[in-house]
């Protein structure tokens, strides 16, 4: 079992930065990749960013490349997304996700563990 924990939303003005955080626990070891998902009121689920824990890799969505920046601190098992100049459109929960290493980092549905959420919104 992987316990996920997210903090850091809140409300932000548009062209203004804020970073939410992941926090894990429980059987994080071995290869694993943490993803960040966001969904909309009345909108599907959508891949944000995701990080392999070991090497490092990086991939993020179209829409926010350039602007969000995916990270992780192994000591404290928690990734971050920070994210920068921020658009009304980026507004949703965001849910941070754990998923061994198969299957591609954009699908929502190769993710075992999922945290609770936070909201993050833009206003313009």
């Known amino acids: 079992q992987v316990q996920l924990v997210e903090s850091g939303g809140g409300l932000v003005q548009a062209g203004g930065s804020l970073r939410v955080s992941c926090a894990a626990s429980g059987r994080t070891f071995g290869s694993y990749t943490m993803g960040w998902f966001r969904q909309a009121p009345g909108k599907d689920r959508e891949f944000v960013a995701a990080?392999?824990?070991?090497?490092?890799?990086?991939y993020y969505a179209d829409s926010v490349k350039g602007r969000f920046a995916i990270s992780r601190d192994k000591a404290k098992n928690t990734v971050y997304l920070q994210m920068n100049s921020l658009k009304p459109e980026d507004t949703a929960v965001y849910s941070c996700?754990?998923?061994?290493?198969?299957?591609?980092?954009?699908?929502?549905?190769?993710?075992?563990?999922w945290g609770q959420g936070t909201q993050v919104t833009v206003s313009s």
């Open positions: 990080i392999t824990w070991s090497e490092g890799f990086t």
């Open positions: 996700a754990f998923k061994l290493p198969y299957g591609p980092v954009q699908s929502p549905t190769v993710y075992d563990y």
